[in-house]
């Protein structure tokens, strides 16, 4: 006899589990506390098994019969409902495991890991944000050139062909990650490179005629605002390095007697630490932030937050609040020294490159060429600063006034004369 719905809505609970049986191994189950779930009760190579259907009334009557009959089905194809049951449940947790959101997740903290620096990871995450809503939760193995073509190619129509190309850089180093572990078979991203259209290089703006650096310098000097903002604002033309690693320059990386700044790997470019000679007027303005910051480990500390430092656009902000949108960024102050420097002839390029952390072209040369060049550094950084100071003073209508001696450091190596010879290309391309 075969259960109706009258009959179930009308079962009561008893004190021991009770089962109102239906037909061909489907009963329902009804617990002393009232719960009601459906079960499957048959055989299999002579072992008696049970399948649970779920929860009436969430599962009618009608649904579970028709689980019943697909689970028998299987029996006829001799198959096991529970086995058949288990792995799609394991498939299910393996591609959920396996979404592009996850294994990009994993690759971005293997590189982490590995030690690229923490700029390189935020842009990674950056990337990443922008591609989850539409492939997150996609199993890497089902993404196809067509399905992140279609991706790409919306944030290429917004005017962002930049963004497009890096995003579709960063799939393709993910799904290659996949690969390598076992988790796709083929990378799809490689061939798109063709299909999106190559955008504009365009060069930071940067001042390169002496004169206008000068009126730069004399109005940066009466800029009003944040200490912080003032005082990163105004070294950044005295040390040329990247606006990321200056607005996260850290206390514990100075050593302000010996004049050094050191740059640990963790936040460089290159993955390499590097160090940074600080000339007289650099360690002036360093140490002006120790009344204001020096409870911080950070000398740039933003507005709101002691641990947290200014932002990427702080610098850019108070620029082009002083006019100079569109003419100079904080990045354009190492192009700017660049081409100054190598147009002076006073300094081996070997050198100005080591100053600004490029890295070598040449693999070879590289290895070979380990040398720092500290002690030509020194000089240099500090006649680029009394420059910088004499530049300024033309455009206020002073006295230059004599120009500073270099302070004395500790030697950290031998002078060594670089065997390149000078040239005055413009390496303002260079970052």
Known sequence: MTLSVKEIEHARPSERNRKLWDEKGLYLLITPSGSRRWHFKYRFLGS????SFGAYPEVTLKAARAKRDEARTMLAEDRDPSRERQAKKLAAKVEAENTFSSIARE?????????????TKSKSEWLLSILEPRLGRMPVADITAPVLLAVLKEVQASGRRETARRLRAFASR??????ITGRAQHNPAKALQR???????????????PEKLGGLLHAIDAYPGY?????????????????????SMRWDELDLDRARWI??????????AHEVPLSRQALEIIRSMTPISGCSELVFPAFHS???????????????????????????????????LNESGNWPPDVIEHALAHQDKNAIRAIYNRTSYWNVRVEMMQAWSDQLDALKKQAAGLPEGPKSEAPKRPPAEPRKAPTRTRTTADPAGRT
């Open 107 to 119: 690759f971005i903290e293997k590189r982490a890991a590995d030690g690229i620096a923490d700029t």
């Open 263 to 272: 740059i640990p790997e963790g936040r460089t470019k290159m993955r390499r």
């Open 174 to 179: 993910v799904i290659d990650y996949a690969v």
């Open 227 to 247: 200490p912080s903002t003032i005082a990163a604002l105004r070294l950044s033309p005295h040390l040329f390095q990247r606006p990321g690693e200056i607005r």
């Open 48 to 51: 008696e098994k049970k399948l």
């Open 306 to 340: 002691m641990r947290t430092p200014i932002s990427e656009n702080t610098v850019n902000g108070a620029l082009r609040r002083l006019g100079y949108a569109g003419i100079m960024t904080a990045h354009g102050f190492r192009s700017t020294a660049s081409l100054l």
């Open 195 to 209: 299909a999106l259209i190559t955008p504009t290089v365009r060069h930071h703006p940067a001042i390169i005629d």
